[in-house]
């Protein structure tokens, strides 16, 4: 497989393609673009010439990191691509940390896919000691 993982390519058009592609609801142009702006790290895979995953780190570049928006095209997964995309995120994310200083990412999985994150070396919530994961959503 002829698949690279590139930083900082994603347009706000590809970005739409890929939320569309994957069953996800459209959001509007602005709002792409300033998710992908408000980014610390913005990675794509690369195929040939076709763009057929992403991932986004946001955070506060201090201690504070999440893993955002893990997308690969139907098509195009179980082929170690949304693993490589974790990884590359993940190993963005340590280079915010001092050395010899623990790195926290966390993530929201999409129901069904914690054994996906498990795999790859993440905690399912709650944990022994950890929290449940939360969120609210208001309109």
Known sequence: M????????LTPETFAGLRAACGMPELEPALIERAISSS???FSAVAGSRTVGMARLVGDGAFVFLLCDLLVVPLWRRRGI???????VVGRAKTFMPSGRAVVVSLFSASGREGFYTRLGFTELPATGLGAGMQM???
Do not use: H, K, Y
């Open 137 to 139: 959503f208001c309109l």
């Open 2 to 9: 002829d698949m690279d993982i590139r930083e900082g390519t």
């Open 40 to 42: 610390l790290a913005v």
């Open 82 to 88: 949304g693993s490589l995309l974790v990884e590359t």
